[in-house]
């Protein structure tokens, strides 16, 4: 069986629900090709907002470089919107733990 008696096959087991539906049996590849379009789109669309999303740095890494904590403490102080994130939190414990020392 060809690739195109498949797809005819497949269209054909779609009729009924295109008949309820009121759709010619000839869209549904149009409607398959959206569908796959949209996918892509919304797929890419994810991967470039992660590529936006900026890098969590831990508490370890900011207690390494006390310059880069005391920046990103001032710019979270500065901002209300970032006190929440997690940088912010991060940045600011290391800063405690240096200046008031461990636990132990």
Not at 8 to 22: A, G, I
Not at 23 to 49: E, N, R
């Amino acid at each position: 069986m060809k690739k195109s008696d498949d797809l005819l096959s497949m269209t054909h087991k779609f009729e009924p629900v295109l008949t309820q539906l009121n759709w010619p049996s000839s869209s549904v590849l149009t409607v398959i090709s959206t569908a796959i379009v949209f996918t892509l789109g919304v797929m890419t669309f994810q991967k470039t907002q992660e590529a936006k999303a900026p890098e969590i740095k831990s508490v370890a890494w900011y207690a390494a470089n006390q310059a880069e904590a005391r920046a990103t403490n001032k710019a979270c102080f500065d901002s209300q919107q970032l006190k929440a994130t997690e940088n912010c939190i991060n940045s600011l414990h290391a800063l405690e733990i240096s200046y008031k020392g461990s636990n132990t």
